[in-house]
Nanobody, 126 residues
Framework: QVQLVESGGGLVQAGGSLKLSCAAS??????????MGWFRQAPGKEREFVAA????????KYVEFAKGRFTISRDSAQNTVHLQMNNLRPEDTADYYC?????????????????WGRGTQVTVAS
């Protein structure tokens, strides 16, 4: 079992930056094995994939809108995953969720993720 808690959300002006963090607790081996991902859900929209990272941080995957602006990273020693978001836009406003995958493969599909956090809210003002 893995518990995930996101933090770092808030209100920021367009063009600003935020760094989201996801703290994992539970069995250390459970956390080390799986890939980790970030998803987001804007008001009135379905949840969508943002970025994923494999177990050792050597492989990452991004959705198109995140490329060049967002960076996913992980610190397995600290059991944390981060999402650095730069040049934020009003359309980035959403609840951002951290998730742990069933295995070590980076995936953009929700069904491949076993554990989810409760989310952190990001609001980008124009």
């Amino acid at each position: 079992q893995v518990q995930l808690v996101e933090s770092g959300g808030g209100l920021v002006q367009a063009g600003g930056s935020l760094k989201l963090s996801c703290a994992a607790s539970g069995r250390a081996t459970t956390f080390l094995t799986p890939a980790m991902g970030w998803f987001r859900q804007a008001p009135g929209k379905e949840r969508e994939f943002v970025a994923a990272i494999n177990w050792d941080g050597e492989e990452t995957k991004y959705v198109e809108f995140a490329k060049g602006r967002f960076t996913i990273s992980r610190d397995s020693a600290q059991n944390t995953v981060h999402l650095q978001m730069n040049n934020l836009r009003p359309e980035d406003t959403a609840d951002y969720y951290c998730a742990a995958a069933f295995n070590s493969l980076t995936s953009s599909f929700e069904a491949d993720y076993r554990f989810w956090g409760r989310g952190t809210q990001v609001t980008v003002a124009s």
